[in-house]
């Protein structure tokens, strides 16, 4: 079975090859890391002590480092002796683990390839690994486990789009997931989901969603600037994570918008860096006036359209917002995190498009916490919330309130990855008392 996914994702890679390329020549992309997805070991990496193991968590994207950040921390301070590295696969996830772990201690997942895969872990000799949300890469997974170390997922989730496919092949995915020690799920739909799908029911546990325990910076330089920039009674909307067609439904609303309430201030953050000039150029066409954060020397603003052009900021502006739109909903994209702008106790607007995030969305809307529109209801939902600051503010409590019911899932998942490392006598006893 393993010998023929190789084969077949060996052939999928070479027909997406011109994906690749154009993707390289235009913007800049999948060129970073190339060389490290091809199993070469960075010169950066601080590499474990021969005879020591290591602890190797894979966070994918940018949502996934900020999820296993206090779990990354957790561990860290139990087994202090023991290296951890952390992988992402996109470039953004790859520049955020690297700020907050150190370019000593950050890598590109090899792509799913026994010979990119095998001078990783010859190299890290990891003693576990801890895979966000459900990366289930075969070579991986298998080549992990031959090589002696526990593998846990945490955050486990099966999506609604996915589950279909999962069941179709659950009769090979049965052998791919038995490689796994330990799964970690937010919720009980995606532990029978799980289950259904070949996991080992003994082996799967429900402990929440991590991202209910992130918790989102207030302060930055942005909110600093905002905060100076504009009047203490100024409006601010933002639309948050915004996708490729989605902007052009969103223009319609801001300028509305901004025709009944003059001095509002709204903030479009596309969801990936890539599309910021294009954006830009979306907004120049529609004859919008706006600023692009990059270029923002602080003055101060009034009515208008901030493009918040930058990496990691959109969080913090959150605290800021009298509404909050979160983007991939209108479009056809599955959703992004609600839990930012809620953490801040601000009414959250959302598309209906939300199946990434379905836990989450309908814990909100169970206690009426957030407000799922169409593009055509959008304005005039935004209106009304501006209208009715004491209805937003109800909104915005009411899912303040979900979040704090949320919390808990770092420990949970802390305590069973401690369980599950101490079947290996090299994390139960310190590294120094070995060595003694």
């Avoid at 999506?159 to 052998?175: I, M, N, Q, T």
């Avoid at 706006?290 to 990496?311: A, E, H, N, Q």
């Avoid at 989450?360 to 957030?370: G, K, N, Q, Y």
Wanted: one cysteine or more.
């Amino acid at each position: 079975m393993y010998l023929l996914y190789t084969v077949l994702y060996v052939l999928v890679l070479i027909l997406s090859m011109p994906y690749w390329l154009i993707g390289m020549l235009r913007a800049g992309k999948y060129r970073a890391g190339l060389a490290e997805r091809f199993g070469r070991i960075p010169v950066r990496l601080k590499l474990p002590s021969p005879g020591e193991l290591s602890i190797w968590i894979h966070a994918v994207s940018v949502g996934e480092v900020l999820a296993t950040g206090s779990v990354i921390a957790g561990l860290k301070a139990q087994f202090p002796e023991h290296r951890i590295f952390i992988s992402t696969t996109t470039l953004s996830g790859q520049k955020l683990a690297r700020d907050r772990f150190g370019v000593q201690n950050v890598f590109y997942l090899p792509l799913d390839l026994p010979f990119a895969i095998l001078p990783v872990l010859s190299a890290l000799r990891p003693g576990v690994l801890v895979l966000a949300e459900t990366e289930f890469w075969p070579n991986l997974l298998r080549l992990t486990k031959q090589n002696g170390a526990l593998i846990a997922v945490v955050n486990a989730r099966i999506s609604d789009r996915s589950f279909p496919g999962y069941l179709r092949f659950r009769s090979l995915l049965r052998r791919v997931l038995k490689n796994v020690d330990l799964y970690l799920c937010q919720t009980e739909s995606d532990r029978e989901r799980l289950t259904a799908i070949g996991a080992a029911p003994e082996r799967v546990r429900i402990s929440g969603n991590l991202k209910f325990d992130v918790k989102a910076p207030a302060d930055s330089a942005l909110s600093r600037s905002l905060r100076h920039a504009t009047r203490p009674d100024q409006k601010i909307v933002i639309f948050g994570s915004t996708v490729e067609s989605e902007e052009e439904l969103i223009i319609p609303c801001i300028k509305a918008v901004l025709n009944e309430f003059r001095d509002v201030l709204m903030i479009v953050a596309p969801r990936h860096p890539e599309r910021f000039d294009a954006v830009a150029e979306l907004l120049r066409s529609s004859g919008l006036s706006f600023w692009r954060r990059s270029l923002w020397d602080s003055s101060p603003v009034g009515g208008g359209v901030l493009l918040l052009d930058s990496i990691g900021e959109l969080a913090s502006a959150y605290a800021l917002a009298n509404v909050a739109f979160v983007g991939g909903s209108l479009a056809a994209r599955g959703g992004h995190n609600v839990l930012e702008p809620a953490e801040f106790a601000k009414p959250i607007l959302v598309g209906p498009h939300t199946e990434n995030f379905r836990d989450i969305v309908r814990a909100f809307t169970a206690h009426d916490a957030l407000r799922i529109v169409t593009a055509a209801e959008l304005t005039p939902t935004v209106i009304h919330l501006l209208r009715a600051p004491q209805e937003a503010v109800e909104l915005g409590s009411r899912a303040w309130k979900v979040v704090e019911a949320g919390r808990g899932s770092t420990r949970r998942t802390l305590n069973a990855l401690r369980e599950l490392m101490e079947r290996n006598p090299a994390f139960s006893t310190p590294v120094s008392a070995q060595r003694g």
